[in-house]
């Protein structure tokens, strides 16, 4: 007579683990040699229209800027000024501050001329060679200071290159010490600064001595400013890795075209 099953005895091999995922297991193919050249072929491919949509991007941009009407000065327009279109936004504000003190430049020219007229009108020995001078400074000092140290700086944070830089901190640093020989108001010089402006007080010219000392504060404000920003743009050059040998590569790449250009 056979033996009776054991109920409580477990079918299972004591080699096999009883926590096991008893499902079957799905085997894979490894993948082909032919299946990973064509992914790659497909990342190739993807790379190559990204780079293409970028550089139609680019230049339509570039095409939009040639394309854009000279805008400045306003009466007579000859370049093309736009900060909002051509500057980073990161620097923007920067470059409107330098463009607003290139305006109070130009507005003290405008005030010192004036003053000289009165100097000379008070009586002033030295009032026509003052007139004389305050005459000059206003086209010269007005178109140079635009040409030689602010479209350079509008160029270089447009453009990111170390010439523009360079030549920014040369013209700029030269004009800074202008400012402070105008500050000073020598007579005879066509400054209407701090002598001049003391000297039509103490002779009871208010109206001269009132017009210098506008003057005056002109000189001190954009002066001031200048050099305070020329210390900003100083740090920011240096961050951004300019050299004197970036900016001989460039001259000899691009010459002095690249100057009125806005590529």
């Not at 079918?11 to 995922?21: A, G």
């Not at 700029?172 to 000073?184: A, E």
């Not at 402006?197 to 208010?206: D, F, L, N, V």
């Not at 240096?238 to 790449?253: C, R, Y």
């Amino acid at each position: 007579m056979a033996a009776p099953e054991n109920p409580f005895a477990s079918t299972h091999s004591l080699d096999t683990n009883p926590f096991d995922d008893p499902s079957p297991q799905v085997m894979y193919p490894a993948p082909t040699e032919g299946s990973q050249q064509s992914r790659l072929d497909a990342i190739a491919r993807r790379e190559a229209e990204l780079n293409a949509r970028e550089q139609e991007l680019n230049q339509r941009q570039a095409s939009m800027k040639r394309t854009s009407p000279n805008n400045w000065p306003f009466f007579f327009p000859l370049i093309y000024h736009n900060i909002h279109e051509e500057i980073p936004e990161s620097s923007r504000a920067l470059v409107t501050r330098l463009y607003q003190l290139w305006l109070v430049l130009l507005g003290t020219l405008i005030i010192n001329l004036i003053a000289c007229i009165f100097f000379l009108i008070a009586g002033s020995t030295d009032g026509g060679r003052d007139l004389g001078a305050s005459i000059m400074y206003l086209p010269v000092i007005g178109i140079a200071s635009f040409l030689l140290w602010y479209r350079p700086i509008y160029n270089a944070y447009m453009k990111e290159q170390s010439l523009y830089y360079y030549l920014y901190f040369f013209f700029c640093g030269w004009h800074i010490l202008f400012s402070i020989y105008m500050i000073i108001g020598i007579p005879g010089t066509g400054s209407a600064g701090l002598i001049q402006m003391i000297g039509m007080y103490s002779q009871g010219h208010i109206v001269a001595g009132v017009l210098a000392t506008v003057a005056t504060v002109g000189w001190t404000i954009q002066g001031l400013g200048d050099l305070f920003y020329f210390r900003s743009i100083w740090k920011h050059h240096n961050a951004e890795g300019h050299s004197i040998q970036k900016a001989k590569t460039e001259l000899a790449t691009h010459g002095a075209k690249s100057y009125f250009s806005r590529g």
